[in-house]
């Protein structure tokens, strides 16, 4: 059974950080390209970063030098790091196959910026 887990999200100021998780379970992690995704209130869900096999990373422009993603084949587990977050970077994260996702979506971490 596919599972996606998130974690990691919270209120955080502007400018702060915080490190997303994604649990993968159900497929062979190590085989597939995975995506963040982000989801702001009223908007279309939209890839943020991905990361292939080979561990070459992509990322959306608005994000470019303040997100990381990083990927644990051990602990099949996606991570995102945000650094200098912005008030338009408040929105639900979710993880799944990169570049469309292909798998149910997880709950999602809600991460809203805002002093």
């Known amino acids: 059974q596919v599972q996606l887990v998130e974690s990691g999200g919270g209120l955080v100021q502007p400018g702060g950080s915080l490190r997303l998780s994604c649990v993968v379970s159900?497929?062979?992690?190590?085989?597939?390209?995975l995506g963040w995704y982000g989801q702001a209130p009223g908007q279309q869900r939209e890839m943020v970063a991905s990361?292939?096999?080979?561990?070459?990373?992509n990322y959306a422009e608005a994000v470019k030098g303040r997100f990381t993603i990083s990927s644990d084949n051990a602990k099949a587990t996606v991570y995102l790091r945000m650094n200098t977050l912005k008030p338009e970077d408040t929105a639900v994260y979710y993880c799944n196959t990169a570049p469309g996702p292909s798998l149910s979506w997880g709950q999602g971490t809600e991460v809203t910026v805002s002093s």
């Open positions: 990361i292939t096999i080979f561990s070459n990373a």
């Open positions: 159900g497929i062979n992690f190590s085989f597939n390209e």
